[in-house]
């Protein structure tokens, strides 16, 4: 029984600490809104370079096989 006691105090002081510490952190909306904005970035590079490999490719000249004279 007295593990059974320990443990009620224990869980009782960790619950009373916790609710006495008024400042837990940032809140979670600015590191959503950084990682949205470091997704947009991401997004608009990657179309940009994919715009220029595809404007490159376009680019490049047809094969066209030599006839023989």
Known sequence: MSILSYLHVAV???LA???RDG???DSPV???VII??????ATVVTGL?????NNWMTNI???SNPTAP
């Open 12 to 14: 009782t002081a960790r």
């Open 17 to 19: 600490e916790l609710s």
């Open 23 to 25: 400042e837990r952190g």
């Open 30 to 32: 600015p590191t959503a």
């Open 36 to 41: 949205f904005g470091l997704v947009f970035v």
């Open 49 to 53: 370079a994919l715009a220029r490999a």
């Open 61 to 63: 000249p047809t094969f």
